[in-house]
T-cell receptor, first 113, second 112 residues
């Protein structure tokens, strides 16, 4: 398996609280992604990074922010969690961007109550 | 944004039969079309991919075909086995090649 670690793996949080999910890679890949997976919606892109401090929005970026201060770490922050952000979050990495193989982490199950 | 449509959403076949999953995409600039398999409780894993300069690619029991003119591509699994049961996702490049857009997934069940 590619060296991708997501933390935490499970989290329950209250509405209105900030939450940060971490993705750590040991592959030195340039590109990192955050997706959310919901029944009936498949995988939807939240944000991605194409280098240190270089990030861009995806399809469902509202309510989320990201940061990448070093190659190996990509953080996803829910500024004020809402019940609609209850989901399974996947981090992915790729060496060459969207036209090369993406490797996925194990996922983080987030429940907002 | 650019869409990737995937059908069917569920598919049940008997062991040994073939399974076909179809996808269409809207961005004519897309040039890379991977297929991912997701087993329960795990992240998706690449099983096969195809680029826009190729019409068909095969790897043992799985194959992918691409029709760029019609903007659709398909996954074919032959001689299905119970361990093929999983959720399958198609995807296409978006955002000038920076990222992938995924279909909504197909839940494949192979019954013995």
């Amino acid at each position: 398996d590619a060296g991708i670690t997501q933390s935490p793996r499970h989290k329950v949080t209250e509405t209105g609280t900030p939450v940060t999910l971490r993705c750590h890679q040991t592959e030195n890949h340039r590109y990192m992604y955050w997706y959310r997976q919901d029944p009936g919606h498949g995988l939807r892109l939240i944000h991605y990074s194409y280098g240190v401090k270089d990030t861009d929005k995806g399809e469902v970026s509202d309510g989320y922010s990201v940061s990448r201060s070093k190659t190996e770490d990509f953080l996803l922050t829910l500024e004020s969690a809402t019940s609609s952000q209850t989901s399974v979050y996947f981090c992915a990495i790729s060496e060459g961007g969207g036209d090369t193989e993406a490797f996925f982490g194990q996922g983080t199950r987030l429940t907002v109550v | 944004g650019e869409n990737v449509e995937q059908h069917p959403s569920t598919l049940s076949v008997q062991e040994g039969d073939s399974a076909v999953i179809k996808c269409t995409y809207s961005d004519s600039a897309s040039n890379y079309f991977p297929w991912y398999k997701q087993e329960l409780g795990k992240g998706p894993q690449l099983i096969i991919d195809i680029r826009s300069n190729v019409g068909e690619k095969k790897d043992q029991r799985i194959a992918v075909t691409l029709n760029k003119t019609a903007k659709h591509f398909s996954l074919h699994i032959t001689e299905t086995q119970p361990e093929d049961s999983a959720v399958y996702f198609c995807a296409a490049t978006i955002n000038s090649g920076y990222a992938l857009n995924f279909g909504k997934g197909t839940s494949l069940l192979v019954t013995p």
